[in-house]
């Protein structure tokens, strides 16, 4: 089987829900040695694209958007010791979380997987996260930057609530916003007064490297 016949079969078994299937095609890959970054692209990515048209369209329900998480999770499990290694030293430090009223954490996951293998220093807190705990969180331990994931177009407004929580505070000057998710765009990210928008895990990182030395 060539590269983009075991990516397909990637995206088809994750859109399908077949975790066995997924299993083996993953572990093809890897032993192929497709970059996790193409395996997550152009396989988990465009499994995810299939689920989510599919639950636009009412074929599938909320039920498979969860075994969808699930599935796409054990895949993520079975990746992890691909993703180069964690070093002692460290390019800055990111606070990251999904906004309050947003549960989703696969992509949030993902970034923060990118951001500590190209050197940060990370603390994820979780999901559903209020503004106020970034204000917190962000006055102990004072990050070089914030990173806001979002999913919800309903959450928005947490986006901007965040944002402006942090920029009431004394220290936005010494610190950076990126947000990233599929709800968030550039134009979106400047309204809001973030400094930058990731469009995915890699292109976060490289905004991130940018951000620190700018
Ligand atoms: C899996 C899933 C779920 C799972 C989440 C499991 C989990 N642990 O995350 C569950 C079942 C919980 C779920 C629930 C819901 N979901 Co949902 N879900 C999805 C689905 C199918 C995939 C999301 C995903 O993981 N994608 C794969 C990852 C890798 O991609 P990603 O998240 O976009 O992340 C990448 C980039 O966006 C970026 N990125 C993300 N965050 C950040 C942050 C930073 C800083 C940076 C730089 C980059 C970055 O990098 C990531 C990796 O490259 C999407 C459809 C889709 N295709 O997106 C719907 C989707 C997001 N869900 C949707 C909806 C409506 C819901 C529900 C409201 C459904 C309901 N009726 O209850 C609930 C809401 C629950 C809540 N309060 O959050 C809608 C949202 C529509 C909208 N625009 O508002 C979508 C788009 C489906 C659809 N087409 O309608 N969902």
């Known amino acids: 089987m060539d590269k983009q016949e075991t990516l397909a079969k990637i995206a088809n078994s994750l859109a399908e829900l077949d975790s066995e299937t997924l299993k083996k095609s993953l572990e ?3 032993h192929n040695k497709i970059s996790v970054q193409e395996i997550i692209r152009e396989g988990l990515g465009k499994g ?3 689920v989510g048209e599919r639950y636009e369209k009412g074929e599938y329900f909320l039920s498979e958007l969860i075994m969808a998480g699930v599935t796409m999770r054990e895949g993520m499990v079975l990746m992890e010791p691909y993703f180069k290694g964690q070093t002692s030293e460290t390019r800055g430090k990111i606070l990251i979380g ?9 992509g949030k996951n993902i970034v923060a997987t990118m951001f500590r293998s190209a050197e940060f ?10 503004p106020e705990t970034f204000v917190k969180k962000t006055e102990e331990i004072k990050p070089d930057i914030v990173a806001l994931s979002a999913l919800l177009s309903v959450t928005l407004g947490k986006v901007k609530e965040t944002i402006r ?3 009431d505070s004394s220290l936005r000057k010494d610190l950076k916003i990126i947000i990233g998710g599929s709800c968030l765009n550039l134009k979106i990210a400047k309204e809001l007064g973030a400094d930058a928008f990731g469009r995915d895990a890699w292109d976060g990182v490289n905004q991130a490297k940018h951000l620190i030395s700018s």
């Open 165 to 167: 929580a942090l920029s």
């Open 48 to 50: 995810m694209q299939v």
């Open 121 to 130: 220093e990370v603390h994820d807190l979780g999901v559903d996260v209020p």
């Open 98 to 106: 999904t906004v309050e009223g947003d549960l989703h954490d696969i």
């Open 28 to 30: 093809n890959a890897l």
